[in-house]
């Protein structure tokens, strides 16, 4: 079975999907501010993606257009990792999308390191706590997220598991050559 590249695309595309229906929603809601619908859903957007416009636009002093180009510029990046030859990239590509993910969803329900709230004791002592909002978004995005990566560890497992095979395909036909 050969691998797919739009299944190796397809959850990193889906983060850039979120990210840019939130700037759309945002745009939108610019020009519709009375209408209850925009602000739906941009209030179900805004909590995945905030943390990270918030510092585009800080850093970069961005536009919408500067934020278009951003999401091109990952689209086409993520695109060609998930088409080259070598399994390196689109494992990276796949998990730097769901790392991505995980940490937009911990700053979007504002998570904490000093705190009671499911404190783990750590070797030297000191106290870590992390809280994390699992709502039925967030687990969605999460569990695509591990699926996604699922696939792209049994992929690798094939490819090599076929190179394994044709290496001593190849070896055992030189031995009989001898």
Not at 13 to 32: K, N, P, Q, W
Not at 98 to 106: C, E, V, Y
Not at 135 to 154: D, M, R
Request: aromatic fraction near 12%; glycine fraction near 4%; include cysteine.
């Amino acid at each position: 079975m050969k691998r797919r590249p739009i299944l190796l695309f397809a959850f990193p595309a889906f983060i850039l999907m979120v990210l840019a229906c939130e700037r759309m929603a945002t745009m939108l809601l610019g020009s519709y501010p009375a209408s209850p619908a925009m602000w739906r859903i941009w209030l179900e957007l805004r909590p995945l993606s905030a943390m990270f416009w918030q510092q585009v636009d800080l850093y970069l002093h961005g536009s919408m257009v500067l934020d278009a180009l951003i999401l091109i510029a990952a689209a086409l990046v993520f695109w060609s990792a998930c088409r080259m030859r070598p399994a390196a990239a689109f494992f990276l590509a796949n998990h730097v999308a769901l790392l991505f993910a995980g940490l937009m969803i911990a700053s979007g329900s504002r998570s904490e390191t000093a705190s009671t709230v499911a404190a783990f004791p750590m070797p030297n002592g000191l106290q870590f706590a992390l809280k994390i909002d699992f709502t039925w978004q967030n687990s969605v995005v999460l569990v695509l997220g591990f699926a996604a990566c699922a696939y792209c560890h049994v992929a690798f497992l094939r490819e090599t598991r076929q190179r394994g095979e044709s290496l001593a395909l190849r070896l055992m036909t030189l031995g009989r050559d001898l």
